[in-house]
């Protein structure tokens, strides 16, 4: 251990940047990528360009349900002098080439169905007399009309002019092979899905997720839906840390629940390490006598916890440093390599696990797992007058209005989860603010 030092807050938040910046640079230059089925790619990261491989539509198909004709056949339609066609076809939206339409007749056609060579408009049901299909017989029922000609099977009566193309849609219209369909970096949304899939994508190539093991200690921690016994208390950071980490890109592929035994300790950490390209641990980086994060990493515990942090790299462990963040909740922290793998150490208090992750871990893992920049320090309103001591960066659970400000839900306690469970941004107080006004602008980060 390098020593306990206090750092300011944006210090600490450079040196896990410079912790995590191999596991950018490898999203960044697309180093490490996956193909996954187009059904499990949604919020996934495009890696590279997606190119279409066919055309969209694949062929002409019609717009609208109506019936396909001649451009030239219905030049002189009007609503006063209709001009009647003889309805030679059907063609619905299904497999098959279409017969050719010939002059004069019209081939009643249903919306993405193909138009059959020898047509080059659509005529919209609307725009006939009848003005829907409701009722009219199908070309193989009876004759409609002896005037409609020989062979005919019924008639239609068109009364607006349509020119070539009109309600068509030409192959390749929306997209040609070849097109760029996706570009590099797209985060996958359902609309960005439903193109790839009507080009016949199965299938993208996508930025790998940060693979993250996420690590709780403390003899006293029972699972969520198990029963404490004296002195012990429901584990609220597993489940949290975990969903943090999927939301900002990363795969939890191992999740650990640890008591204060430093061998047993040492050997999930090293399996963590092992199977995960960052580890993070709550819990056990304080000044108590059971430190066991601590003691395993900085070699500084009891002769057992000595043993234990030689077997995960040192009795110093020389790539850990545990040190105090100048800021409130949250102030122990720790950061380093084991076994060659980031480790991240958060403090146990629910409150301070969260807000560490939201400081110093969401932005660089997002970057991690090549999702875009966001920004999310804004200003607020304060609607209701605060103070704080004097010497610690301030992060307050806060939630905002309607109106654009901000209150201050909870107290500052690091253990009032509930208060954090109100909230959807943190106050930031700097160090040197002891009081601040109603009405005060503020700067808040969205959780």
């Known amino acids: ?239 949290a840390l975990g969903a943090a980490v999927r939301r900002a890109g990363g795969d939890v592929v191992l999740t650990a629940r640890c008591g204060d035994d430093a061998a047993r300790f040492a050997a999930v950490l090293a399996e963590a390490a092992a199977a995960a390209d960052l580890v993070v641990t709550s819990g056990g980086v304080s000044q108590g006598a059971y430190e066991v994060v601590k003691d395993v990493l900085g070699g500084s515990g009891p002769a057992g916890a000595r043993g234990a942090a030689r077997e995960v790299g040192g009795a110093t462990s020389p790539g850990v440093t545990f040190r105090s963040v100048a800021m409130q909740p949250g102030g122990p922290q720790g950061f380093g390599t084991v076994h060659g793998t980031p480790v991240l150490t958060f403090p146990g208090n629910p409150v301070s696990a969260q807000v560490s992750f939201a400081m110093f871990l969401r932005e660089p893992l997002e970057r991690a797992a090549g999702l875009p920049a966001v920004e999310r320090v804004r200003t607020a309103v304060l609607a209701d007058a605060l103070t704080s001591p004097a010497g610690k960066r301030q992060l307050l659970r806060g939630a905002t209005g309607p109106d654009g400000t901000v209150r201050v839900v909870g107290g500052a306690g690091s253990h009032l989860v509930a208060s954090m469970a109100r909230a959807n941004v943190l106050v930031d107080v700097p160090a040197d603010v002891t009081q601040w006004d109603a009405g005060t602008e503020v700067e808040v980060r969205e959780l």
């Open 1 to 239: 251990m390098a020593g306990t030092a206090r750092v300011s807050v944006d210090e600490h938040r450079a040196d896990v940047a410079a912790l995590l910046a191999p596991l950018v640079e490898a999203a960044r230059r697309r180093t490490r990528t996956e193909d996954v089925p187009l059904a499990r790619a949604l919020g996934r990261v495009l890696a590279g360009d997606l190119v279409a491989p066919v055309a969209v539509p694949l062929f002409r198909n019609s717009q609208m349900d109506g019936y396909a004709v001649r451009a030239a056949d219905v030049a002189g339609a009007s609503a006063d002098a209709p001009v009647r066609l003889a309805v030679a076809a059907e063609i619905p939206a299904a497999p098959g080439v279409p017969p050719r339409l010939a002059p004069a007749t019209a081939a009643r056609i249903m919306t993405g169905a193909p138009v059959p060579e020898g047509a080059d408009a659509v005529v919209p049901v609307e725009d006939t007399v009848a003005g829907t299909f409701v009722g009219a017989p199908r070309p193989e029922g009876p004759t409609a009309d002896d005037a409609a000609g020989p062979g005919a099977s019924h008639v239609v009566d068109v009364r607006v002019p349509r020119s070539a193309g009109d309600f068509v849609r030409e192959a390749g219209s929306d997209v040609r092979p070849g097109d760029t369909l996706l570009a590099d970096g797209t985060v996958l949304a359902p609309h960005h899905l439903a193109a790839a899939a009507a080009c016949g994508v199965g299938g993208v190539r996508v930025v790998a997720r940060p693979r993250v093991a996420v690590l709780s200690t403390g003899s006293e921690l029972v699972g969520p839906g198990e029963t404490p016994g004296p002195g012990q208390v429901f584990d609220a950071n597993a489940d």
